[in-house]
């Protein structure tokens, strides 16, 4: 196939799948409405932890944290401050970005697997810290937020509203993604993922990126927590996207979706949504058991993600090419003196 | 245009540096050569800023770079390439040399436009393959492809003739030389190729053990005794 | 006094820390990977050996068993489900979070949800220094720490096949190259971490946990975060950076009011952060080699 | 020492292949006991890529016998320690090791007591005294050509039947590059190790050779006498540079 | 006796101050409910770390598969479906919405646990979607506005002051606490500190333990080295055995005092020689473990049903036993009803008044007038010699004579019965 009609069947398969997902609120029960509007609230997470594993090959098990950030600040400035909604999604969104540059920070000297450790355990510290503030942000007891609303007159029922807005939210990003991924700064990126020196020697500025690189992916999975915080409408410091579970989850989606832009985390996010609950309706003494299985079967099937399956062209121009393998320490740091020959692994997933 | 004094650098138990002091003359090709661990990687790792020498000063048109970052050396106008290539495997070969013309964009020194550099290094072809298959021969073009389209004015080459045949090395210096005419290139060359460093370098600096042992005419180094038994051999 | 109650409280826990986090260097060792799914295989083990000291045999002997057993099915794991997926970047961590559901499922289905005590490996009670109390079973899993940590290291710097193993996990092509079987190495070094593994579970039960399906979920993390202070090649630094979390976690919600049993995950990320900040290879660890 | 006409590596309509990419088509190839055989070719012509498939490293099709044994399908390890050793294109080194520990791994594959593999580690070390000085240092500091010599001694110290060499002298400097080439003909002329040489530095290993290949696009095109190489007007301009 | 009902007027309440479906969004009287069968469902951990409490759904659906087997109600079977949630909120919404608008449930039984409960239950409310039997004791989640919910334990304050008492009457100086730092170890806490200050008795040392901890000593360490005179333990799971050994290694020797859930003889059954002597703990239901029951009729029959229906489960177990409780609390709610339809079996929840035969003789499950409907709990006291449970009377702290309760009751309106004694527990107030 060629270049450019590759580029044109893939942009006609994403149009083709943005057109279902605007259509899909239309034709599905308000339930299955609710349940595709978590799923999407997960695709953008996942989309926020695919912008710094895709680009520079860190893998961040801390992502849930920014999530909770970003609900739970949603969450108490409406509740306790009566913010206006709009106004506390931005300042949720925000302050995750800003816990994402505090992290950044650490990131310029900690990398691969130690960092993935870091951010392990900050995951698992945020539940701690919400039940140390449990006065306002509630604990475990949780804290009810009110949730988005159908503009008034709108002939839209309450969960097509929601799900509209996720959507387009989650659209936008994937649109940012790909200009991200075409432009200057994206190739930085990757330069820098690859070889920090050999970038830096061609002008790339480690400090910058990487802070900016990390604030900008938990600013995006932060606002995917704060939309949940007013679509579910309840968080609570045992909701598992604000445990390490949550982290996990956006992981194997990310593996799991494969790197196309929109199709790859919205796969993703479907499987790991939607899979364990159906096979624990039909045994959930099993179901554990077959949902890793099951994980490990599409692994061993489809290593570069659901996304990357035939037919592969059309469902996304592809996003990065990944990585330094960052929990395998063979190869990371990726060093210019890198003694591996690599020659036989050549593909990469984001 | 480029100004070494006395510089030295140790490594734990090892001094890669000692003393040096050498001047690359602007337009011109200077060589650096030297066996094997005299210190020349090192030397281009203290230019490029990856390394900080221990002591002695470093200046490229009088400006002192030991106060300058490495991601600033490409304004600057300096570019190099690696003796083990240093490729970003998740860009394509096209992607690789667009990285270097990221920074010419702000250059107002003259450039090759991506295409013109590909074209050049007859890496057109190859232009959308992943770089880790890469043969060789084609890494160390796309080496100097991506250091050519930064718009260089000081060129820093690392080995630029190894794995080539010798058919292919002269094409090489003939490349090298052409462009250097037309984009007013200044190089300094690293390079164990006797007979490519001979026939296109102006000036060559000889260092052994981190010292500089020789430093002059290609003609007067290659009968310097102490270059022979060196470096060259017998 | 209260303060030296603690501390030695504190080493308690960090020897729980310890025991997984010497199984994590190990497969780290020989395979370069860190193997997430540990905690669940050394739960497994743990059941295994409940298990069989329910059949009678003896406790160390039944650890013995449920040792080998349990290298024999770390080795089939990497073997079948590993192997296929190594060398592609993320997918390894992907795997071993399928392996880590599926082994903590397989605990469940088996040996059900109620905890089991396991006896113990070293007399009950302990002894009293000065008011202070120390369990023998703390000495007991302390000196056991010790002699793995002595093998462990005999093994990987002065023996060919220790050697072999920093190879393959360091350096896979070169490896080949040199005609190191490197897919035997790494199914063996998976063996030999869920052995340890086995030795991990069982030392728990020692400190004062139960065996369970959930006996692993928390120390995992504080096993990830020890390993990672301490160096991920260094078993002497999975000990001490368990230790130091252990004592710096027990001395801080014991002595600092206010600080409550919570805190001691907020102490670790303090901790890991700060020494990483520092030293980003951890305590033990060496940097990977970077030049050009 | 086996038949000296039975070939020590036979190689037999060879294809091989990095996924879709056919690179190899159809090569045969052969060295005879005792044998320096040198492979020339174009930048991308697939002189590594013949060489990792002989090795046991690359996808591959056709029949690969040394000494008699058929190891088409055997494994990098197996082949190794059949005699058959590589020194890589680049660097073939254990960057996170030291050297003494880069030299140990070089035996890996063979049974040798302690110390008869001491002394002949330090054997090497007095031809190359860079990899002495420097036995406690990771190998990955070294310098280029320094880490060169050392993926070298390592590979002697496999003891090899047939030694596969891909650019041996890349990153080596002129006097040093002299110096592989006498220990490599030392070795095959007193212990009478084949060798298999890919090498742009021609004038060299031409020097030592008594047959040449040439490979282009993955097939061979020449095969002759060493000798009859500088005689090809072309193939002496490409190759050798008058 | 019920019948479907046609959805009349369901305001229409004989119960004036109860307008049940004033605010209901698209309220669907008989959802669920068919000729032949009434669904229901729940979500509960049936994996995780709260997977026992979630063994709960075996007792439930043991005692309906046995109604169902005798005909149901009214002929009509009831059809149970039970969701996973891992104890995690947003798995629970998403069941309940499954339970809810898929499967088009008719109510949702025995939600488990605080935080779950949480987060359907203003989901369920505005859908006027029945939420019966909530198995928590958080006063939060009895807020008299959630008209279409109700718990099931007693509250944990009760249980807290019920202990309290008990402390005070055993002539305490001190009390300690050690408690899971979270909302189930905070409501009992809460409760438990003003009626002992109000009594004099100071509390001491409050340590609390991260759920996820390895191991508590250290908070051991703490307790030990205040020495108060007794010890309030709000724990689950094997932190309860590990608190009790660790009390008995460092030789302190304080008065137990523990909430109902550590008081399994699974969990007793780990602890070491002579650990948990004496401690006291509370009850409102025939333990499966307890001897003093072992020929009882009602356990007869629940073990009887549950080997038939249920056979993986464990008789002995508790939360398994409270399943069952559940169900033939249900059973009695959804036949009293008058009508089959979500307002009326709502409004006949809220006016019951039931005892069950697996409850202990006294308690009563009294809704009327209050969101806390169970208000009487017993104390006992665990004899480790013979690792048996012996009821004891709250003032004096003897022991009864088997088969005899003294029960504490919450002060309310409700119904004088037999062996009842009213102490001066306090009404907690359902916070918002
Ligand atoms: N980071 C380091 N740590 C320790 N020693 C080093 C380090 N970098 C370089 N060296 C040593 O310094 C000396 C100079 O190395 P350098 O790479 O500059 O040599 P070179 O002249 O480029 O040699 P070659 O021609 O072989 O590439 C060598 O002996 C090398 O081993
Ligand atoms: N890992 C790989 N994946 C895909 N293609 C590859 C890979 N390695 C080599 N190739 C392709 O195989 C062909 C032969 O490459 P090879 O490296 O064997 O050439 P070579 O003759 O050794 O060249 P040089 O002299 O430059 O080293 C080239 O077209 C190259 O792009
Ligand atoms: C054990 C459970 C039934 C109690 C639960 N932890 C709660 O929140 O109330
Ligand atoms: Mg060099
Ligand atoms: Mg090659």
Known sequence: ?350 | MLRVEHLSLAFRGVQALRDVTFEVAAGGVTALIGPNGAGKTTMFNCISRILTPDSGTLSLDGIDLIGVRASRLPELGVARTFQHAALFPSLDVRGNVRIGADVARHASRPALSVDETLDLLQLSADASRNTEGLPLGTKKRVELARALASGPHLLLLDEPAGGLTHEEVGEMRDTLLSVKERLGLTILLVEHHVQMVMSMSSHVVVMSSGEVIADGAPSDVQSDPRVISAYLGS | MLALQLLVDGVGKGAIYAALALAIVVAHRSTGLVNFAQGEFATLSAMLTVALTGLGLDVWLALAVAAAASFAGGALIQVVIVRPTMRRDLVPVVIMIGLYVCANAIGQLTFGQNPRPLEGLFPAGGLMLGGIRIQWSLIGVILLQAVVITALTLFFVRTKIGLGFRAVATAPEASRVAGIPVERMHMIGWGIAAALGAVAGVSLTNLGVYVEPHMMTTVLVYSLAAVTIGGFDSALGAIVGGTIMGIVESLVTGLVPGVSGDAGILVSLAIITLILLSRPQGLFGRERVTRV | MSDPLVPLLDVDNLYARYGQARVLHGVSLTVLPGEVVVLLGANGAGKTTLLRAITGHVERTGSIKFVGTDITRASPATIVSLGLVQVPEGRGTFADLTVQENLRLGAYTRRVTAAALALEISEIVERYPILGERAGQRAGLLSGGEQQMLAIARALLARPRLLVLDEPSLGLAPAMTRAVFDTLRELHDEQGLSLLIVEQNADLSLGIADRAYVLEAGEIQVAGPAAAIRDDAGLRRAYLGY | TARVGDGGDPAASTDGSLNLTADCLHYDPTAGVTASAIKLGTSLPLTGPLAIPGTFHFGLEAHLAKINAEGGIDGRKIELTVLDDGYDPAKTATNVNELVNRDKVFGIVGILGTATALAVQQDLQDSCVPNLFIQTGAPVVADPAQTWSQIQFPTYTLEAQALAQRAINAGVKSVSIISQNDAFGKAYVDALVGPLQDAGVKVGTRATYDPGAPSVETQITQLAADGADAVFIAALGTKCPQILNGIKSSRWNPLLLSVNFCTSRGLLGLLENGAGDDMIGTTWYKSPTDPQFADDAALAAYREALAKYAPTADPDEDFVLDGWLVGQLLIKVLKSAETLDRASVMRAAHDANLHVDTMLDGVQFAAAGTTEPIGQVQLRRYDSASKTFLFIDPKSGDDLPAGKTRLIIRRTNLPPSADVRETTAAPSEGKP
């Open chain 1, 1 to 350: 196939m060629s270049e450019s009609r590759s580029v044109r069947a893939a942009q006609a398969g994403n149009a083709a799948l943005v057109l279902a997902l605007v259509l899909v609120p239309l034709f599905f029960e308000p339930f299955r409405v609710t349940q595709f509007t978590q799923i999407l609230v997960v695709a953008i997470a996942v989309a926020g932890l695919n912008l710094l594993t895709g680009f520079t090959g860190q893998v961040s098990v801390g992502h849930s944290a920014f999530f909770g950030i970003g609900a739970y600040v949603t969450g108490v400035l409406i509740v306790h401050a009566a913010v206006p909604m709009t106004a506390a999604i931005i300042a949720g969104t925000l302050s995750g970005g800003i816990a994402g540059a505090l992290f950044g920070v650490p990131s310029l000297r900690i990398k691969g697997t130690h960092l993935a450790i870091v951010t392990l355990v900050l995951a698992a510290s945020l539940p701690a810290v919400l039940s140390t503030f449990s006065e306002i942000t509630g604990g475990t007891e949780g804290l009810r937020v009110p949730r988005i609303t159908p503009p008034r007159g709108s002939f839209l029922a309450a969960d097509q509203t929601r799900y509209y807005v996720v959507l387009g939210v989650l659209l936008l990003i994937v649109l940012g993604v790909f200009m991200l991924d075409r432009s200057r700064t994206g190739r930085a990126l990757r330069a820098l993922g690859d070889n920090e020196i050999a970038a830096v020697t061609y002008g790339v500025r480690p400090m910058r990126l990487r802070i900016g690189v990390f604030a900008a992916s938990s600013t995006i999975t932060a606002l995917a927590g704060a939309l949940f915080a007013v679509t579910s409408g309840f968080i609570s410091s045992t909701t598992s996207y604000m445990t390490i579970v949550g982290s996990i989850v956006f992981l194997t989606a990310l593996v799991i979706g494969g790197r196309a832009l929109l199709a790859g985390p919205l796969a993703g996010a479907a499987i790991a949504e939607l899979l364990p609950a159906q096979i624990s309706r039909q045994s959930p003494e099993w179901a554990n058991f077959a949902y890793g299985a099951i994980l490990i079967a599409l692994l061993l099937l489809a290593p570069e993600g659901i996304s990357s399956l035939r037919p592969r062209r059309w469902l996304s121009r592809t996003a990065p090419d990944v990585l330094p393998t960052p929990l395998q320490q063979e190869e990371a740091p990726h060093d210019t003196d890198n003694t591996h020959d690599q020659a036989t692994s050549t593909t990469h997933i984001g």
